[in-house]
């Protein structure tokens, strides 16, 4: 959670000239961190509606940022101190009230609830088949018998007793992964100045020395630069290759705004009832369809003459290896023995 405090002195610059620089300054903050939130005195009148602070809600709008007070915060009536989160992916504002007007601003109390951002832990299972032992895995081949007759009997039976030797010799193993949502703009730049910051940040820590410091914020400028000037190419580049398509570029500044997208599904009582309307809906379609086909006349292919398929040659044994050599190596969950392990024999 990143926390930036805001004060603004009110005569030192002009409340133009504040929303014109905050903008900019939000354009770099924003995409240098996660679960953001900006609080402090503001002294910006966001209730008056004036141009300037039509300008300053204009600008949280397109930034994907949303201001929580909305009850006054100075003893004159209007709201000065602000709360701003992100809208989509960072803190989530439970509850933001009026507290006790401890001088002439009042205690804004706020409780948050934060978000972990695009990470989660899933569980993936596997066989190790680098590690089989091919001597011990072909003598269970060999050992293999099968005596139905039935050709379904037959494969059933085949597929049991291969998975019986596949967890024999490559048992299926779980393990919990953390993966994150891809991030496009993470080029191998940014990791290489990342690990120099981080390593630059440990010596400083370790070592206290100023020369340590003044290297530790090097490292750290040209780290937060370097996202800055990969980010900008990266959404500069998706922009004009989604030019002239409307819907894909809404999609896409929509996903890194954070602005909230409504659910375009229609409402019903249920899930059900919406399944039954899309249902009869097509259905109607389909019989409209086949009512309007009843007076034009039935279609009748042309007859063709096919030869017939010429007798196909028995193959030896070295022949059927030598295609399943020149497989590619794919498999799905369906395949009882995966390509890979054919090959290994």
Not at 87 to 93: D, H, W
Not at 217 to 225: E, G, I, L, T
Not at 270 to 281: E, L, R, T
Request: hydrophobic share 30%; aromatic share 10%.
């Amino acid at each position: 959670m990143t926390i930036v405090g805001v004060y603004r002195p009110p005569n030192l610059c002009t409340v133009t000239n504040f929303v014109s620089e905050f903008c900019e300054f939000l354009e770099d903050v924003i995409p240098q961190n996660s679960n953001l939130m900006l609080m402090g005195d503001f002294n910006l009148h966001v209730n008056d509606g004036t141009h300037a602070t039509s300008e300053f809600k204009n600008c949280l709008f397109l930034l994907g940022l949303h201001q929580h007070v909305d009850f006054s915060t100075h003893i004159g009536g209007n709201v000065l101190d602000l709360v701003i989160t992100e809208q989509e992916n960072g803190v989530k504002i439970k509850s933001c009230e009026q507290g006790p007007f401890l001088s002439d601003h009042c205690v804004v109390k706020i409780v948050t609830e934060i978000k972990k951002e695009n990470i989660k832990s899933e569980t993936v299972s596997f066989r190790n088949y680098k590690n089989i032992d091919k001597d011990a895995f072909s003598e269970d081949l060999k050992s293999l018998e099968i005596e139905q007759i039935d050709i379904n009997e037959y494969v059933c039976d085949f597929e049991n007793k291969i998975q019986v030797i596949l967890d024999k010799h490559a048992p299926v193993t779980e393990k919990t992964r953390i993966t994150r949502a891809p991030k496009p703009w993470f080029s191998d730049s940014i990791l290489e100045k990342k690990k120099s910051f981080r390593k630059a940040e440990k010596t400083w820590k370790r070592y206290k020395k100023p020369e340590d410091y003044h290297s530790f914020q090097n490292a750290r400028n040209k780290y937060f630069m370097e996202i800055k000037k990969v980010k900008k190419q990266t959404f500069s580049e998706k922009v004009s290759e989604l030019k002239g398509d409307s819907k894909k570029l809404y999609k896409f500044v929509t996903e890194i705004t954070g602005s909230k997208v409504q659910n375009p599904t229609p409402s019903g009582e249920s899930d059900n009832a919406i399944a039954d309307s899309f249902a009869d809906h097509f259905m109607n379609k389909i019989s409209k369809i086949r009512e309007s086909l009843k007076t034009y006349p039935n279609y009748e292919p042309s007859v063709k003459n096919v030869e017939n398929q010429p007798k196909f040659d028995e193959l030896s044994e070295d022949d059927v290896k030598k295609i399943i050599n020149n497989m590619q190596s794919k498999s799905c969950e369906l395949d009882v023995l995966p390509t890979v392990v054919l090959k290994m024999f």
